[in-house]
């Protein structure tokens, strides 16, 4: 089973999958968790590019790097654990390129992202996708302690619409699990099980 979280820094995303997590371990399930861009040493490298706030690189490239990073992650490692029948958990996917590179960057038309998503996934679907609510304001908030990388040099517009994207998407997409994410870590963590009781014992 392949669960994806999704939402603005500082959502919640890692605190939510650490409990998702040791939840799941302790119900006698295989869990393993990845972070995108990241998770293989080819897309660990080519996290350091995208992320380091010294380059300049142009939005066709960035969104190109993404999915050279997802790709790797997924041949090298979700598919051949999905087929062991291990849960894997992502800490972001391909729904982060459309809201970021795609209604963000507005670096192709979403049509275009879509098909690039899809090579980029190896035409893999997550069963279920958390996106975890909340507003800019929280967001700056929550990660003003954080030093700040290349993607979080963004202007406000950028990210008004990376929201606006996640907003449209979770609107459409069935698989898409929208999660009011003012609550407290545990309260959060309530309704992400609830949800996933349509899928799993727990
Ligand atoms: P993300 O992985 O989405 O960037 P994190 O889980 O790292 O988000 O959380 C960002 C910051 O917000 C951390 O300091 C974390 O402790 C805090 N945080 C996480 N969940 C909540 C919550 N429900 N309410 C308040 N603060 C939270
Ligand atoms: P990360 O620190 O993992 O995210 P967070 O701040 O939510 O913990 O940084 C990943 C950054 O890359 C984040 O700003 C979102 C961005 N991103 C994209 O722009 N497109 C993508 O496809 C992915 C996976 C991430």
């Not at 459409?172 to 999660?179: A, H, V």
């Amino acid at each position: 089973m392949l669960i994806t979280f999704e939402g603005i820094d500082g959502s919640g995303k890692s605190t939510q999958i650490d409990l998702l997590r040791d939840k799941l371990s302790k119900r006698g399930y295989r869990v393993e968790v990845f972070r995108e861009p990241g998770g293989t040493d080819i897309s660990e490298l080519i996290r350091g590019m995208l992320l380091n706030p010294e380059l300049e690189i142009n939005p066709v490239t960035e969104l190109l790097l993404f999915s050279a990073a997802r790709s790797q992650l997924i041949a090298e490692k979700v598919t051949p654990l999905l087929n062991e029948d291990a849960i894997v958990i992502l800490d972001r996917f391909y729904d982060s390129t459309t809201a970021y590179q795609g209604y963000g960057r507005e670096s192709l038309p979403l049509v275009q992202i879509q098909q690039i998503n899809e090579i980029a996934s190896h035409s893999i679907t997550p069963d279920i996708t958390f996106y975890l609510k909340i507003s800019l304001e929280e967001s700056a908030k929550r990660t003003s302690h954080m030093e700040k990388d290349r993607m979080e040099k963004s202007s406000n517009s950028f990210y008004e619409r990376v929201v606006l994207g996640f907003e449209e998407m979770a609107k459409t997409e069935k698989r898409i699990k929208t999660i009011d994410s003012r609550f407290s870590p545990i309260e959060i963590h309530r309704k992400i099980l609830q949800e996933l009781k349509a899928f799993l014992p727990l």
